[in-house]
């Protein structure tokens, strides 16, 4: 799932909404010692899963971030990548998410995002009503998103 992301050694890589940490070996091998994986949850239970799963497979670039509501704490431009698997449709408040989600991405970052239990439509139109992202690529897998410019509105392929 992650390889066709486009993560690479050195990357900081966000996996936000990250749950009991299924994707954290696989990002911590991609991005290397080099890189960092920051894995965000609102959730206690999922952060201290982590932590095991970090120390299990000594996963030392690996570092869990408890996040309030969508506010995760990571200072700006932390990440080159964020990606957000299965968990979309959780999302209250989707441009709050979208915001926090840009605010954490560096100037050029990229947002991968599935649509877990929605339907693609509806994925696609939450991040086109949002200033934060445009959809750059669509597959039947995710959208890739880049950072919009403030001047710019979402627009899909």
Known sequence: MLTPMGIEEGMAVVDYGCGP???LKAASELVSERGRV?????HT??????ARRTTKYGLTNVIPVLAEEYHSGLPDGTADLVYALDMVHQVD???AFLAELRRIAKPDGTLVIDDGHLPREQTRSLIQRSPAWAVVEETAAFL???AAREECTAVSP
């Open 21 to 23: 940490g299924s994707y």
């Open 38 to 42: 920051y894995a965000v949850d609102i």
């Open 45 to 50: 239970l999922a952060i201290s899963s982590v």
């Open 93 to 95: 408040d989707p441009r």
């Open 144 to 146: 890739r998103c880049r």
